[in-house]
């Protein structure tokens, strides 16, 4: 039987309900994600800094489907220095289990899908990680991409509601991300339609490739949080202000891989996006700072 609590003078309780303070009813700080239930909530508050609202995931799951791409030849190696300038990681089952420390405190995105490699047709895939194998990995999200206009644009759009459902049904958000098919055309208008149509089927966040004209449109067409993916290896002044116009353009972050891994500097470079990201630094501070980095590193 649990004490009774009572002052030890006069016996009355004492006990302060704040009578006339109203509890506030909480918002939260991600676009399109107040409804949520608090363990998604939770999740994306790993993932997401809600101080800053933003993101830098670091992407090292080329390999499910490039196989040893440059960068990521021995992750073993290459990727643990990087951890502790980054907020998240998007990875495979396999690279993760493999390469990161469970003693590594990052959250992770990850890779459901599979069943296609650069062999052959990338869209004809299908899941090969369970939510419930995603949960027993301790991942804080699930991550599969859509192929609209591709050949399997139907089973790519099934796999990413397979991952939202069974991730709403353990409290795990979704990362849906919009590959691009060589044939198809990097533009707002594309990436505009592929995001939405990402963000209607329940994704919680949507990953993109930046464009030059029209971003701003492709984010405010997407009712939840946008990141945009590094694509191939930039010069490092030119992925910076990519990055740079993504950020100012309204994305809540980058989920960058090859222009970090692949960057004469990758450390140097993960904390000048990391500058963009969450200190608003422009390209051009940014980019002073990897030169600063990698000159200090070199003496
Ligand atoms: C492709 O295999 C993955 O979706 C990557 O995670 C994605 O493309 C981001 O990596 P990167 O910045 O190298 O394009």
């Known amino acids: 039987m649990p004490d009774v609590d009572k002052s030890k003078t006069g016996g009355e309780e004492q006990k302060d309900f704040s009578v006339g303070v109203p509890q506030a009813n909480q918002g939260f700080f991600l676009k399109g994600s107040a409804h949520l239930p608090w363990g998604i909530k939770n999740r994306l508050s790993r993932i997401f800094n809600p101080k800053t609202g933003r993101t830098l995931m670091l992407a090292f799951d080329h390999g499910y489907m490039m196989g040893p791409t440059s960068g990521l030849e021995r992750m073993d190696l290459s990727i643990p220095p990087l951890l502790e300038y980054v ?32 062999l052959k047709e990338l869209s004809n895939e299908i899941i090969g990680v369970t939510a419930e194998d995603a949960v027993a990995i301790n991942a804080s999200a699930l991550t599969t991409q859509v192929c609209i206009g591709a050949p399997y644009e139907k089973e790519t759009l099934a796999n990413l509601a397979y991952c939202i459902n069974e991730g709403n049904r353990l409290g795990l958000p979704t990362l849906g991300v919009t590959a691009v098919g060589k044939e198809m055309v990097r533009d707002a208008r594309y990436l505009g339609l592929a ?23 492709v984010v405010a067409g997407t009712p939840v949080p946008v990141v945009i993916a590094g694509g191939k290896k930039l010069p490092e002044p030119d992925a910076l202000k990519m990055a740079y116009n993504a950020i100012q353009q309204g994305a809540a972050g980058v989920d960058m891989g090859r222009n970090i891994f692949c960057a004469d500097h990758p450390a140097a470079m993960a904390q000048a996006v990391r500058a963009i990201v969450h200190e608003n630094a422009t390209a051009k501070k940014a980019y002073d700072m990897y030169l600063a980095l990698q000159n200090k590193k070199k003496k």
């Not at 963000?199 to 990953?207: D, Q, R, T, W």
Request: net charge positive.
């Open 87 to 118: 907020d998240c990681l998007m990875c495979s089952r396999g690279g993760l289990r493999t390469c990161i420390s469970p003693e590594v405190n990052k959250p992770v995105v990850m890779r459901c899908s599979t069943g296609a490699t650069v």
């Open 195 to 217: 995001c939405r149509v990402i963000a209607e089927l329940g994704a919680h966040f949507v990953k993109t490739y930046y464009c030059d004209k029209g971003f701003d449109t």
